[in-house]
């Protein structure tokens, strides 16, 4: 069973264009994160999400919003997509000890 | 500033060989360091992690070395395969709820055969 997964795998859009990615997590942890991991593999945290509650919200761009419908879920909104979005966007997961489990990613390519 | 500075960017092992990463970190509230390996078109896995009271942990092939006072840990992959072949990345978390992982900027292995 799959622990931390995303959809979509791939997502190739124009510049401008809102999309969202969603991420579903059945670890039944409490925390949820988005992370960012540039062209040089570079992996940053974007926001993490304790019990539904935005705990970090790095510097991000206000285009992008997450939303917790429940602690299962953890969706990546992006409006206005810029060239510079582009990139892959892990989302995760972890209890209280620390470990995190990643999801396969999402691949957003903005033309 | 780059909390976790990891070293080298790339290595080039041959098959049977001894594979080292190096990071170092700053933030002395950090207290669990695990690393994560990464084949491309996946996302990270959880290789092997530790935490800062105990001085080695090893996992078959796999060994952290903890240095606490020189604030370092390193990766040992020993009898490196050609499935080793990835991206690996250390990584530093403190023990509060919600925080994330500060990653190193990984090292991509390539073992030879």
Avoid at chain 1, 18 to 27: G, H, P, R, V
Avoid at chain 2, 37 to 54: E, H, N, S, T, W
């Amino acid at each position: 069973d799959t622990a931390v997964s995303q959809t979509p795998k791939y997502l190739v859009t124009q510049m401008g264009n809102d999309k969202s990615i969603k991420c579903e997590q059945n670890l039944g942890h409490d925390t949820m994160y988005w992370y960012k991991q540039d062209s040089k593999k570079f992996l940053k945290i974007m926001f993490s999400y304790n019990n539904k509650e935005l705990i970090i919200n790095e510097t991000v761009p206000n285009r992008f919003s997450p939303k917790s419908p429940d602690k299962a879920h953890l969706n990546l909104h992006i409006n206005s997509l810029e060239l510079g979005d582009s990139a892959v966007y892990f989302c995760a997961s972890s209890q209280r000890d620390g470990v995190q489990f990643f999801g396969p990613g999402t691949r957003l390519t903005v033309l | 500033q780059q909390q976790v500075k990891q070293s080298p960017q790339s290595l080039i092992v041959q098959k049977g060989g001894i594979s080292i990463i190096n990071c170092a970190y700053e933030n002395t509230a950090f207290d669990y360091f695990p690393w994560y390996q990464q084949f491309p078109g996946k996302g990270p896995a959880l290789l092997i992690a530790i935490r800062p009271d105990v001085s080695e942990k090893k996992e078959g092939r796999f060994t952290i070395s903890f240095n606490k006072s020189a604030k370092q840990f390193s990766l040992h992959i020993m009898d490196s395969q050609p499935g080793d072949s990835a991206t690996y990345f250390c990584a530093a978390i403190t023990n509060q709820a919600g925080t994330a992982l500060i990653f190193g900027k990984g090292t991509t292995l390539s073992v030879s055969s």
